[in-house]
């Protein structure tokens, strides 16, 4: 995986050797407060990635000018030491890999690190990524920490803990405001609200949603996650043994209302946010929220937009859609395909949602035709688990020692700027392997990309959400012609058809439009007023200079887990994976603020888009 063509490789001593003298010399500078010392350490082309431990911020610095820079300014209040091995280095291709620990003044922090041989035969660091775990005084109660539950003794005015749930539910947003409020209770939500829960943050999550789960029970009643169950697990509270491999849209459902009682996450449903905005003097907002049908409002310091980077639906006016006299609605409103039995439907979009949506009609013999206004990537389920995935998240993994935390953290060390570098292989390995496959597809007409730059489907999602498929049956009935297919733009709508830019009339009784979700900017739009999201700009991507993803580069998700141009305003989401993950450098975020400790951000997000 991390192979450097040309690299010099060292064949006498073993990776622990020269992990443990590199971390020796990083160790010596950095207590010498020598920034120009410490970048001597790293290759000419290298990356630090930190996930707040040294910049309280998501940052990943480039170089050794970068890497001195940052630490110029951060290495004083940071007091960086103890970095060691946490486990036995490894060696990939003459690259030295560990897994390392390390504290600061403030917390104790993980990473990973990769060594490279450099041009003049001395080991330096290529890779580098720091991570906050914990803040010092502030651990987390679990394992032997872990609350007492019961209190022995007597006391005949303790009350039960039944009893104190109900006493701090009354005064949520009563009497006691919350410091953090986090608007939207998915699968975001509400791994943000366990986090802040264990790490006594007054926080609250709300949803308008009925029950929590009610995003994926809303879903077309087919869809099963598109992510195998390893890649998926919540913080805390894994999925049992017994677990599907692709959990089926409900079940997801129940267990992210399951995991949300247990987990004794605060959380309000039927609960929607109408409007908030910041008091820059009091440094907190007022949020205006309908619960239950009653009006309230709120004061929290901080403000988590956890609403969905799938949440707000892109639907194109097209000419001529008010004129439709059937049923038209967004993928996101799709039911399923039992209420058109009998009937034309017309799909556009050839991306995820087109695909589930259409292989469900015409199993249930619904005359469906999905239209293709651009290329789409798509990949065999199996192929990316088994080349994109397997390694890290499956039950090989597993059984070969791979956990949760270190998938994660191997996964989250290799920098954005290369990461392409290492996608583009596994893509031309997998186009080889699926040879006919790919070809069955474009005999039928359907066009087909493996992204810009040929690294498929990864780098497609991090770079701008869309424009891909994970296959799990369509693309045969695509390839035989089961879904009918056809290509570029809609001119118009009429009475009863959707017309083409070519002329070409599709006749139909229902249009869906999976047409995709818009940047979680308009949500602030929508919420705070276009000032506040012009402030803090696009969010999602990297700034790639690939298509929907304009440049410059930013090096890391434009305004995901870290602050914004818009004081104590956050954005959180995207998939399983990234709400597990993610969500621990956010709690340590707020909870840092929370206990007033001081938080100098790097590097601060500049905003180069605005939507
Ligand atoms: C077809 C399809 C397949 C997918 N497959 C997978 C998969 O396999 N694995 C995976 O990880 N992801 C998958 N995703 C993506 C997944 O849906 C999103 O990643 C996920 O839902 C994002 O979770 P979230 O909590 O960020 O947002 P959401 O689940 O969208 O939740 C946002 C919540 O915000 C609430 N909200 C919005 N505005 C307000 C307001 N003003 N007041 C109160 N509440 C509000 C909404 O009610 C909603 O409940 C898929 C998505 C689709 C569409």
Redesign the pocket.
């Known amino acids: 995986m991390t192979q450097i063509a040309d690299a010099p490789i060292d064949t006498v001593r073993t990776p622990a050797d020269r992990v443990e003298a590199w971390l020796g010399k990083f160790n010596e500078a950095l207590a010498a407060e020598d920034p120009h010392a410490v970048a001597a350490l790293f290759v000419d082309d290298s990356y630090w990635r930190d996930l707040v431990a040294f910049t309280w911020n998501l940052k990943t610095v480039e170089g050794r000018e970068q890497i001195a820079a940052m630490l110029t300014e951060r290495l004083a209040q940071t007091r960086p030491r103890g970095f060691v091995a946490s486990e036995e280095p490894t060696d990939s291709d003459g690259v030295a890999e560990a897994f390392i620990a390390f504290e600061t003044a403030t917390g104790r922090g993980d990473g990973q690190l990769r060594l490279r041989v450099d041009d003049d035969g001395e080991d330096r660091a290529w890779t580098l990524l720091t991570t906050l775990q914990e803040l010092k005084g502030y651990e987390e109660s679990t394992g032997v920490s872990r609350p007492m539950g019961a209190s022995h003794g007597s006391d005949p005015t303790a009350k039960s803990w039944a009893e104190r749930q109900e006493e701090e539910a009354a005064a949520l947003g009563r009497t006691v405001q919350p410091y953090v409020l986090v608007?939207?209770?998915?699968?975001?939500?509400?791994a943000l609200g366990a986090r802040l829960r264990q790490l006594g943050v007054t926080s609250l999550v709300?949803?308008?949603?009925d029950r929590p789960g009610?995003?994926?029970r809303s879903?077309y009643k087919t869809?099963c996650?598109?992510?195998p169950v390893w890649y998926?697990h919540l913080p805390y509270l894994p999925f049992p043994a017994n677990w599907p491999v692709f959990a089926p849209k409900d079940k997801v459902a129940d267990w992210l209302e399951f995991y949300t009682k247990v987990m004794e996450v605060p959380y309000w449903s039927r609960?929607?946010?109408?409007s908030a905005s910041y008091d820059e003097e009091q440094g907190r907002w007022t949020v205006e929220?309908v619960r239950d049908g009653e009006q309230m409002t709120l004061y929290p310091t901080q403000l988590v937009l956890?609403?969905?980077?799938?949440?707000k639906p892109n639907v194109p006016s097209f000419p001529g859609a008010d004129t439709f006299a059937g049923d038209q609605h967004h993928?996101?409103r799709h039911p399923g395909p039992d209420g058109f039995v009998g009937k034309k439907v017309v799909v556009i979009g050839a991306n995820?949602?087109s695909h589930?949506i259409c292989k469900a009609l015409v199993e249930n013999g619904i005359d469906t035709t999905m239209v293709q206004r651009s290329s789409t990537h798509v990949v065999k389920s199996a192929s990316l688990m088994k080349i994109g995935l397997g390694a890290l998240y499956s039950e090989e993994a597993v059984q070969g020692g791979m956990t949760t935390k270190k998938a994660d953290m191997t996964f989250a060390s290799l920098p954005y700027k290369i990461m392409h570098q290492f996608q583009i292989p596994l893509y031309d390995q997998i186009r080889e392997q699926d040879k006919d496959y790919y070809d069955r597809l474009e005999k039928a007409g359907f066009d087909l990309d493996f992204g810009d730059d040929e690294s498929g489907l990864f780098m497609k999602y991090l770079r701008r959400g869309s424009g891909y498929y994970i296959d799990v049956g369509a693309c045969d009935l695509v390839a035989d012609g089961t879904i009918k297919l056809a290509k570029g733009g809609v001119k118009e709508i009429t009475e009863n058809s959707v017309v083409l830019e070519d002329g070409t009339e599709l006749p139909a009784d229902v249009i869906v439009y999976a047409t995709g979700y818009g940047s979680m900017n308009g949500?602030a739009a929508?919420?705070m007023g276009q000032e506040v999201a012009d402030r803090v700009g696009k969010v999602w991507g990297l700034g790639s200079d690939t298509t929907k993803d304009p440049g410059p580069w930013e090096g890391e998700q434009r305004n995901m887990w870290k602050p914004t141009q818009q004081p104590n305003l956050w954005f959180?989401?995207?998939?399983?994976?990234q709400?597990r993950h993610y969500s621990l450098y956010l709690a340590l975020q707020l909870k840092a603020r929370f206990e007033g400790l001081d938080t100098p951000v790097y590097g601060l997000q500049e905003v180069h888009h605005l939507s």
Not at 183 to 190: A, D, H, L, R
């Open positions: 608007i939207g209770g998915g699968q975001g939500g509400i709300v949803d308008k949603y009610d995003q994926w879903r869809l996650l598109h992510d998926d609960t929607e946010c109408r929220i956890a609403t969905g980077m799938s949440g993928s996101s995820n949602s589930d949500w929508d919420l959180h989401g995207g998939n399983l994976h709400s």
